[in-house]
Structure formats: structure tokens, C-alpha cells
């Protein structure tokens, strides 16, 4: 975006990305396993703001989520720890599972097999980083464990071709398969995002707020007018609800109440303004509803714990 463009709102960009485009996430693949049965991959828990995810593409598998519970794979299947929980994948009676050891591979990516005899598993193994504001927002409203089947439907096509084109690239030799492999990986987030959006999710949060059709147009207004002093009874309009029940369904869905979760939006797209544009404080605190430079100065610190100047200055620093 560029500088002082603050005109991609409702009309040009849909709900989900424009609230994905207030925040940075970074994505990786790092190891393609090339496993035969009876072997087990243990992962313990990640670091703040790592979700881990894996890619089967050749065979079946089991993976213990961190919750307990044990879930099938096969291949197709991507499973995604959004908070970063232990897990364990296995194929095969865990006592008799042969050791990982790195082996040649193409590049770009980290080559793991074993000695086991038995039917063979291809997984493709990742990580997505989220930022401080993605931590705060997106990833409390994510659960424990996401499967998504991208064999299932025929609308997880594009989904589906994009692991097999991961494989594709990650099983070869050619030049240029690393910058593919990071593009690609780069768009698996929003996709296996939108099809977990599509299973009505549960977990409370601005997402399942988004994706419930009676509550979905507060958030898109929310996110195309964030300077607008918005009023519980506008926002209820908006979804044909009387001001209580809005009140009272937007809380259950999103775990807070729509003026908390307006500045939080208020102050995802604060941050990413001022990483990014040249607009002054005072600018950006009015572009985002605050007439008064000092009340801005409040709320931003009180949410990212720095002032909005502080935040600029190491989000310059961080990208030099």
C-alpha cells in the first residue's frame, strides 16, 4: 500500500484479506520425510507465535494431537498446530519404530527417512510464524488442531494442487525450486484458512466472527470504515439484530464485546501503517479514529505495550 492509501476497504478487497493484510506472517518449509513403517516423528511444543504444520503426500499416517486425541491422515491431508501444541505423528506399532536419520535430497528442503520395511509415508513439514499483532489477534481465535482433507471436496481443488505442486518442487532439483517452495508455502496459510472458515469454526474469535453469516457484516463494516465512530446499535443494523441480541451473539462468537474487538482492529491496522507509510503519528491515529493524538497515543501503547513512535522506530530498525 502505499503511503496515506487508506482506499482498499469494502470495495476492492474482501473481509478475510483485508483483515490477513494488517498483519505479517512468515512461512517456511523446512523437511520433506520420506518415512516407511513402523516409524514415529515426536514434536514437542513450539515457541510463542510458531504453529506448525504438515503436508501428507504419499500414504497415511496418525497423528496425537495435543489434546489427546488421535486423528487418521492420509494423503491429501494437511494438519496445522495453530498454538504450537506437542504432537506426534506415527505409522505402525510406536515399539517397533525405526530411528530418523537425515539422508541426500534435492534441495531446497531438509531430507528425513528410516529403515522401516513397511507401507511408505511422504509428509512435508513447516512452520507459520505470526507477528506480534497476528499473535494477539488471529491466533487466539484459532484452535488447538486444524485437519483440513483437501481431497473432500471439489472446492478444495486449488488447495490440493497446491501440495501437489509443493511436492512437486520440493522432490526436485530445478532451478529456482526454493523460491517456489517459499511462494507457495507463502499462499497455503490463507487457503487452508478459508477452508477451515468454510467447517463454521467454534473457537471464539474475530474469525468465527467473520465467517458466521448473521454477525459477518459488523466486521466487514468494522474493517472497511476503522476511522468511523461506530455504535453498538449501527453495527447491529447492519446484521438485521436488535442492539441486544447483536450484543449478546457477537460476545458469545467472539469472546469480547464489538467495541473491544473495533480497537483491536483499530490498532492491527495502526501498526501496520506505521511500519509501512510515511504518514505522521497524529495521521495514522485519525485514519484509524482518534481525533486526539494523545488518546491514540493511549490506547496503542496500552495495546502493544510501546507508543505508537517507539513501535515505528523498530519496525524501521527491523527492516533495514
Not at 41 to 62: F, R
Not at 173 to 190: N, Y
Not at 282 to 305: D, L, T
Amino acid at each position: 500500500m502505499a503511503a496515506g492509501d487508506s482506499s482498499d476497504g469494502a470495495h476492492g478487497i474482501d473481509a478475510l484479506s483485508r483483515l490477513l493484510s494488517l498483519f505479517t506472517l512468515r512461512t517456511s518449509l523446512d523437511i520433506r520425510c520420506a518415512l516407511a513403517a513402523p516409524w514415529v516423528l515426536e514434536q514437542s511444543a513450539a515457541t510463542a507465535g510458531v504453529a506448525p504444520y504438515h503436508l501428507i503426500v504419499e500414504g497415511e499416517a496418525a497423528v496425537d494431537t495435543p489434546t489427546g486425541e488421535r486423528i487418521g491422515l492420509q494423503a491429501g491431508d494437511i494438519v496445522v498446530f495453530p498454538q504450537g501444541g506437542a504432537h506426534r505423528l506415527h505409522a505402525g506399532p510406536p515399539e517397533q519404530a525405526q530411528p530418523l536419520v537425515d539422508v541426500p535430497g534435492p534441495a531446497p528442503l531438509r531430507w528425513v527417512a528410516n529403515d522401516g520395511a513397511g507401507a511408505p509415508t511422504g509428509i512435508l513439514c513447516g512452520q507459520f510464524v505470526f507477528d506480534d499483532g497476528a499473535r494477539r489477534v488471529l491466533q487466539p481465535a484459532l484452535p488447538e488442531t486444524i485437519v483440513v482433507r483437501a481431497t473432500s471436496r471439489p472446492d478444495f481443488a486449488g488447495l490440493l494442487a497446491l501440495v501437489t505442486m509443493l511436492r512437486s518442487e520440493a522432490d526436485s532439483a530445478r532451478p529456482g525450486a526454493a523460491a517456489v517452495v517459499a511462494q507457495l508455502s507463502g499462499a497455503l496459510f490463507t487457503l487452508l484458512l478459508r477452508a477451515w472458515l468454510d467447517g463454521n469454526p467454534t473457537t471464539p474469535g474475530l474469525l468465527a466472527v467473520l465467517a458466521d453469516r448473521r454477525l459477518g457484516p459488523a466486521l466487514r463494516a468494522m474493517l472497511a470504515q476503522p476511522e468511523r465512530p461506530w455504535l453498538v446499535e449501527e453495527l447491529a443494523a447492519a446484521c438485521f439484530m436488535s442492539r441486544a441480541t447483536f450484543a449478546r451473539l457477537f460476545r458469545q462468537l467472539a469472546g469480547t464485546t464489538p467495541l473491544a474487538a473495533m480497537v483491536q482492529l483499530r490498532m492491527a491496522q495502526a501498526a501496520h501503517w506505521l511500519a509501512r507509510d510515511t504518514r505522521s503519528v497524529a495521521a495514522i491515529g485519525e485514519a484509524v479514529g482518534y481525533r486526539s493524538e494523545a488518546a491514540f497515543n493511549r490506547v496503542f501503547k496500552r495495546s502493544h505495550g510501546v507508543g505508537p513512535g517507539a513501535w515505528r522506530r523498530a519496525a524501521m530498525a527491523a527492516s533495514r
